[in-house]
Each structure stands twice: as structure tokens, then as C-alpha cells.
């Protein structure tokens, strides 16, 4: 008998910081306190960002956990009375406010959240993520067309496969936000030859399809009977061959929010009904679960254990299963 089982050896478990075991630190030891704004929180998240230079990627990782974990504490608006022409400040103020309008569906003053994002743009030009965040304020205000394409060639501009820029600019274009089924399809079909496999926004494609699978389980009905079919055919299924194939290997993927990708992945495989190749994304995650997309149709942690009990019972069955 192995001394070791094939099966994950952690629990599933929601974790925002993904593994990144700094930012998980970082999150430990602040403040949950509603209107809290302590110094000492202050202090370690302007410490965190100023140690992630210019990784853009991460440092857009982070800022949106961050933002996410405090955006009903003090902390943003105690930073930037500290440091008013500090850019992390200006952005993570931007971002936390940007983390409750998308929670709220509306915006408690877009006109500021722009003007910080241009602040700290002026202040550190190289930096991408003002103008990342710039796209997600696109969303909630359903700003033009033309206006958020310009504003999305200023974030790729200086970083070409920035992840979030890339769904933020999907979710704009999404039917659930005012948009439509054509402009993302033509989003995806422009971008998806340029991306090389291993970028930081490779799953655009995929969390394009999943999208839509779970619109159609949402309709009901006929559609929601026939969605499967979605992955029987085409370039989806093309897409979610490549990446079965290649995003589960070690070290295909160095972006920040892999594991939020590779779950992405082992959904889609699991929706088209190919559990056991799921399995191996399964043990790369290690129970690392995201709410998006598991909590589609039940609480998240509780679908991916379901999922990866599947996975575990079709990799021993030598079938793909259901």
C-alpha cells in the first residue's frame, strides 16, 4: 500500500491569497473591524506593495485581495490622508472603492475614483493597474465603447497580458453587464491567437465559455438541457483541449492568479463531462478553492469537493465520468 494516497492532501478551502504566502501573511494580520483604519493595517499593505516593485501582475493580485479584504474597513482612506500624493495610496483608495461598487452594482462617486486613478498614473506612469482599474469603473458606469477602448489600450500598453485587464474588459462586454454574446465572441476571437499559452491572461477564452455555459444553465429550459454541447465542438473545445493538455504541468504557469485559472479548468472539464481529465488539475490545486465559478449553482467548496470526488472516482474507473 503507498504510503502516500493520490488524493489532495488538504481540505477544500476558500483562499483569497492563492499561494501567495506573503499576501496570506499580510491578510492574517489585519484588521477586520469595520471602519477600522490602523495604523499598523496601513503600514503592512503599503510595506507589501512597495516590496512587489513592478511586478505588475502580482502587484495587481494583491492590491485586489487587499482591496477586497478591507474595502468596508478605514484602511484605504486612512492611507491616503497619510500619504495624499503617494500613487499606491491613490490606486488602492481607487480599487477599494472600485471592490464595493462591483459588490453594490453602483459607484459611491466615479468622478473621484477616475480622478485617483489619473493622479496616480502622473505619479508612477509605468504602472498599469490605474488604468486596470479605470476599466472596471467602465463597467459599473457603462462608459462608451470608444472611451473604455482607449482606456484599454492604455492599461495593455504597459503590460500586454495583464490578467485582470483582460476580464475586466470581458465582463464590460458581457450580455450580464449591457453588453452582448457578439462582442465577446469578437473580443475572444482578436485576442486569442496574439496570447501565448503560458500568459498571465490565457484563460480569457476559457472564462469566456464558462461564462456562457452558466448563461445557458440560467435560462433553463431547452437551453440549459442542450449547454454541454457547448464543449462537444469548435474552438471551445479546442481551447479547453490545449489547456487540459498544458496548465496543469508544473511550472507551465508563473502568474499570480494560476490557481484561480486552474479552477476555471477543472470546472470546464468537469461541465463537459470529462472528470477524470480533471483530475490532475485537482491535485495541482491542492483544495484551493475560488467562489467563481463553483458558487454558479450551490455554495463553492462544497461543489468542487463534489467535482473532485468525481475526478477521483473516474481516474480509478478509467473513464472520463459525468
Same mark, same amino acid.
Given at each position: 500500500?503507498?504510503?502516500?494516497?493520490?488524493?489532495?492532501?488538504?481540505?477544500?478551502?476558500?483562499?483569497?491569497?492563492?499561494?501567495?504566502?506573503?499576501?496570506?501573511?499580510?491578510?492574517?494580520?489585519?484588521?477586520?473591524?469595520?471602519?477600522?483604519?490602523?495604523?499598523?493595517?496601513?503600514?503592512?499593505?503599503?510595506? @507589501? #506593495?512597495?516590496?512587489?516593485?513592478?511586478?505588475?501582475?502580482? %502587484?495587481?493580485?494583491?492590491? &485586489? /485581495?487587499?482591496? *477586497? =479584504? +478591507?474595502?468596508?474597513?478605514?484602511?484605504?482612506?486612512?492611507?491616503?490622508?497619510?500619504?495624499?500624493?503617494?500613487?499606491?495610496?491613490?490606486?488602492?483608495?481607487?480599487?477599494?472603492?472600485?471592490?464595493?461598487?462591483?459588490?453594490?452594482?453602483?459607484?459611491?462617486?466615479?468622478?473621484?475614483?477616475?480622478?485617483?486613478?489619473?493622479?496616480?498614473?502622473?505619479?508612477?506612469?509605468?504602472?498599469?493597474?490605474?488604468?486596470?482599474? @479605470? #476599466?472596471?469603473?467602465?463597467?459599473?458606469?457603462?462608459?462608451? %465603447?470608444?472611451?473604455?477602448? &482607449? /482606456?484599454?489600450? *492604455? =492599461? +495593455?500598453?504597459?503590460?500586454?497580458?495583464?490578467?485582470?485587464?483582460?476580464?475586466?474588459?470581458?465582463?464590460?462586454?458581457?450580455?450580464?453587464?449591457?453588453?452582448?454574446?457578439?462582442?465577446?465572441?469578437?473580443?475572444?476571437?482578436?485576442?486569442?491567437?496574439?496570447?501565448?499559452?503560458?500568459?498571465?491572461?490565457?484563460?480569457?477564452?476559457?472564462?469566456?465559455?464558462?461564462?456562457?455555459?452558466?448563461?445557458?444553465?440560467?435560462?433553463?429550459?431547452?437551453?440549459?438541457?442542450?449547454?454541454?454541447?457547448?464543449?462537444?465542438?469548435?474552438?471551445?473545445?479546442?481551447?479547453?483541449?490545449?489547456?487540459?493538455?498544458?496548465?496543469?504541468?508544473?511550472?507551465?504557469?508563473?502568474?499570480?492568479?494560476?490557481?484561480?485559472?486552474?479552477?476555471?479548468?477543472?470546472?470546464?472539464?468537469?461541465?463537459?463531462?470529462?472528470?477524470?481529465?480533471?483530475?490532475?488539475?485537482?491535485?495541482?490545486?491542492?483544495?484551493?478553492?475560488?467562489?467563481?465559478?463553483?458558487?454558479?449553482?450551490?455554495?463553492?467548496?462544497?461543489?468542487?469537493?463534489?467535482?473532485?470526488?468525481?475526478?477521483?472516482?473516474?481516474?480509478?474507473?478509467?473513464?472520463?465520468?459525468?
Amino acid at each position: 500500500m503507498s504510503l502516500f494516497s493520490s488524493r489532495t492532501s488538504r481540505r477544500p478551502r476558500i483562499s483569497p491569497a492563492l499561494d501567495d504566502a506573503e499576501l496570506a501573511r499580510v491578510l492574517g494580520k489585519l484588521s477586520k473591524r469595520s471602519g477600522s483604519g490602523k495604523p499598523a493595517d496601513v503600514a503592512l499593505i503599503a510595506t @507589501l #506593495l512597495e516590496e512587489t516593485g513592478d511586478d505588475w501582475d502580482r %502587484r495587481s493580485h494583491r492590491m &485586489a /485581495v487587499l482591496a *477586497e =479584504a +478591507t474595502a468596508d474597513t478605514g484602511v484605504a482612506a486612512a492611507w491616503l490622508t497619510r500619504e495624499p500624493d503617494s500613487a499606491d495610496a491613490l490606486v488602492f483608495h481607487a480599487r477599494s472603492g472600485l471592490a464595493r461598487g462591483l459588490r453594490d452594482g453602483h459607484l459611491e462617486d466615479a468622478g473621484e475614483l477616475v480622478s485617483q486613478c489619473r493622479r496616480a498614473s502622473e505619479l508612477n506612469p509605468e504602472d498599469p493597474l490605474p488604468w486596470v482599474v @479605470l #476599466l472596471g469603473v467602465s463597467r459599473v458606469e457603462r462608459y462608451g %465603447r470608444n472611451d473604455v477602448n &482607449a /482606456v484599454w489600450r *492604455e =492599461a +495593455t500598453g504597459r503590460d500586454r497580458w495583464h490578467r485582470e485587464a483582460y476580464l475586466q474588459m470581458l465582463a464590460y462586454l458581457s450580455p450580464e453587464e449591457g453588453g452582448s454574446s457578439a462582442s465577446v465572441l469578437d473580443f475572444v476571437d482578436v485576442v486569442r491567437t496574439r496570447i501565448p499559452a503560458n500568459a498571465p491572461c490565457a484563460a480569457v477564452e476559457l472564462t469566456a465559455a464558462v461564462r456562457q455555459y452558466q448563461g445557458l444553465l440560467a435560462q433553463g429550459g431547452v437551453r440549459a438541457m442542450t449547454a454541454g454541447q457547448l464543449w462537444e465542438g469548435g474552438q471551445v473545445a479546442a481551447a479547453l483541449e490545449q489547456a487540459a493538455a498544458l496548465w496543469a504541468k508544473p511550472g507551465f504557469f508563473q502568474h499570480a492568479a494560476a490557481q484561480a485559472d486552474l479552477n476555471v479548468l477543472a470546472y470546464a472539464l468537469c461541465a463537459a463531462g470529462r472528470a477524470a481529465d480533471a483530475h490532475p488539475v485537482f491535485q495541482t490545486l491542492q483544495g484551493t478553492v475560488t467562489p467563481w465559478p463553483w458558487n454558479g449553482d450551490g455554495p463553492a467548496v462544497q461543489r468542487f469537493e463534489q467535482h473532485q470526488d468525481k475526478a477521483e472516482r473516474g481516474r480509478q474507473g478509467g473513464v472520463g465520468g459525468a
